[in-house]
């Protein structure tokens, strides 16, 4: 129990915990910084097993504080450190440094040094998700459908960078910020998309990464130099996808699809501030991804029931979305959509054009809806063959069971 406690605190914690000290001790100590959290949340794990704090969010905090003191005189024992960190932390007391608004501080500027233009793209992306989100290297390298061991080389490739340059923890201001608000809201979708369609054997849905990734887009929108359409669009995105969460398995723990969910479990708020945000979002002569996507879903969730969704319009807002960002698994979606139309010419014409090795741990998305194709069609043989593919490459337990369900109304 007190593990399952320190994992959701460590999630929720970990990357505030990172971004408060690094505003106190520089980026340059990053690394002992991420060992002094460590460390608190190792000491919370002993400690707990014998008695569990009243308040362990306070007691972390509190262990925080004393753990930035020990740094500090260890530092300070230093004293080619000491002037550059002495100067830092007389400017802000200890209790300040953990008020929600320095939090969301020092946090927005780990973000953005996360996505400095110095750092490659994909470092970029894997920095952010240790640091910001507290993701495990096997956690990111499943989120980025890679091998761990290319996470820790881009993790510590990153960290050299970030020394090496003498990069600043700042927010960009001016020129600088529409160059960098890009990946920084790329990694917020990431992270997202985790949480909403986990690779995870046993998990298919983590609604922790989903909330966390809202909360961090939510404190772009909280910040004036950040409120820009893309980030109205896709706070409304992810709103429309959480509104869903509860309908995508039932109470037997099974996988349900779109026609199958019980619209009555929607989160109607979540829907109407997606529809807020939409609104804001829209206000631009340029659409983004994120406003296509927020588009998509709101078709879904405008149509009463599933017979009656606008697949006409759903595609054309995929062919925008592929022109814009083109993509291999847009073209899998495009499929299907057709395949929902009963449009069966094209959607062979989309899943022709697709090499599934391109969608890598998510190829038996491409493999069930060749069988989808085949049963439709009334190729029962070839259909079987597809879903026995897809079942060999699906990793997720309640995906599988969701084909085996498929191939078993075939077998019918």
Not at 320 to 336: D, G, I, R, W
Not at 339 to 360: S, V
Request: positive net charge; hydrophobic residues 40%.
């Amino acid at each position: 129990m007190e593990t399952k406690l320190i994992d959701h605190l460590f999630r929720y914690h970990s990357g505030k915990m990172v971004s408060v000290l690094t505003r106190i001790f520089g980026l340059s100590n990053l690394e002992i910084i991420e060992d002094a959290v460590q460390d608190t949340f190792l000491k919370a794990s002993i400690s707990w097993r014998k008695k569990q704090p009243e308040n362990p969010e306070a007691w972390l905090t509190k262990a925080a504080k004393n753990r930035v003191l020990d740094i500090f005189r260890k530092l300070k024992s230093e004293q080619k450190h000491f002037p550059e960190i002495k100067a830092n932390f007389e400017s802000i007391t200890t209790n300040e440094l953990f008020l929600d608004a320095e939090i969301e501080d020092a946090q927005l500027r780990m973000i953005f040094t996360a996505c400095h233009p110095k750092l490659d793209a994909k470092d970029q992306i894997v920095f952010a998700l240790k640091t910001i989100a507290g993701f495990s290297t096997k956690e990111i390298a499943s989120a980025l459908l890679t091998k761990e061991e290319t996470i820790k080389k881009r993790l510590l490739r990153a960290k050299k960078t970030i020394k090496k340059t003498k990069l600043a923890f700042k927010i960009p201001q001016g020129k600088e910020l529409p160059e960098r608000i890009d990946s920084v809201l790329n990694v917020i979708y990431l992270i997202f998309n985790e949480g909403f369609h986990s690779n995870k054997k046993e998990i298919l849905v983590q609604k922790e990464l989903c909330g966390e990734a809202i909360r961090l887009c939510k404190m772009l929108l909280k910040n004036k130099h950040t409120q820009i359409p893309e980030s109205y669009a896709l706070f409304a995105l992810m709103c429309f996808h959480s509104a869903r969460l509860n309908a995508k398995i039932n109470t037997e723990n099974e996988l349900l699809d779109l026609k199958n969910q019980d619209r009555s479990k929607w989160s109607f708020p979540l829907i109407q501030l997606g529809n807020m945000m939409m609104n804001k979002a829209v206000e631009t002569e340029h659409f983004s991804s994120y406003h296509y996507e927020a588009a998509i879903v709101a078709e879904h969730i405008k149509a009463p029931n599933f017979k009656q969704t606008n697949w006409h319009k759903i595609l054309n807002y995929y062919k925008c979305l592929h022109k814009l960002q083109p993509s291999t698994s847009y073209v899998l979606t495009m499929a299907v959509v057709c395949l929902q139309n009963e449009n069966y010419t094209k959607a062979n014409y989309y899943l022709e054009q697709i090499n599934p090795d391109d969608l890598a741990q998510r190829s038996y998305l491409f493999y069930g809806a060749k069988a989808d194709y085949f049963a439709k069609t009334n190729n029962k043989k070839e259909a079987l063959k597809f879903i026995n593919i897809a079942l060999e490459k699906v990793s997720n337990n309640l995906e599988k069971e969701f084909l085996e369900r498929k191939k078993k109304s075939l077998l019918l």
